[in-house]
T-cell receptor, first 115, second 114 residues
């Protein structure tokens, strides 16, 4: 149980375009989802926390207008990178947790390359 | 603010040798502590967690960790390394309760040699 999927697993887009990444909890209801960014050979940096039906809470330094997060249902959250630039190229990982649980379950990640 | 420090960004051990990956935390109260493993181009898999119960925690794949409040440490060990253990390991900390924002350490890459 507790499986989280991400789609796509990798994506290449041109500079200036937008790309959407989906995060789904397959077998539980995720009241909270987290989005992380990981640069090569570095740790995970929390970008934002989203609760179902509410606006996401962004970490300091993360541009909320650039990284749009939607958590419209208990099984789906999306991250849209708007007007992507090469410096947005990274590995994006989501995690999800159920209400009353402290444990986060991680998705397999999405590698974004902006050319 | 909470933080974790992982000493050693890279650890190399021989197959069959003891694995010891170090993690120290900074928190005003005993937090929840986690160890995750990440294989290349994959997400994170939970190895084990400490949530205020037994201080010696056993996880998957033969790993275990001991919470030592006096040392503010949560080191990960495995008695005998296997080639398949080669991966990146992250220690993480969160507040007690379900608020659960995780703060990750910088990671330790474990290399296992023949």
């Amino acid at each position: 149980g507790a499986v989280v999927s991400q789609h796509p697993s990798w994506v290449i887009c041109k500079s200036g375009t937008s790309v959407k990444i989906e995060c789904r909890s397959l077998d539980f209801q995720a009241t909270t989802m987290f989005w992380y960014r990981q640069f090569p050979k570095q740790s995970l940096m929390l970008m934002a926390t989203s609760n179902e039906g509410s606006k996401a809470t962004y970490e300091q330094g993360v541009e909320k207008d650039k990284f749009l997060i939607n958590h419209a249902s208990l099984t789906l959250s999306t991250l849209t990178v708007t007007s992507a630039h090469p410096e947005d190229s990274s590995f994006y990982i989501c995690s999800a947790k159920a209400s009353g649980s402290y444990e986060q379950y991680f998705g397999p990640g999405t590698r974004l390359t902006v050319t | 603010a909470q933080s974790v420090t992982q000493l050693g960004s890279h650890v190399s051990v021989s197959e069959g040798a003891l694995v010891l990956l170090r993690c120290n935390y900074s928190s005003s109260v005993p937090p929840y502590l986690f160890w995750y493993v990440q294989y290349p181009n994959q997400g994170l898999q939970l190895l084990l967690k400490y949530t205020s119960a037994a201080t010696l925690v056993k996880g998957i794949n033969g790993f275990e960790a001991e919470f030592k409040k006096s040392e503010t440490s949560f080191h990960l060990t495995k008695p005998s390394a296997h080639m398949s253990d080669a991966a990146e390991y992250f220690c993480a900390v969160s507040d007690v309760g379900t608020a659960s924002k995780l703060t990750f350490g910088t990671g330790t890459r474990l290399q296992v040699t023949l």
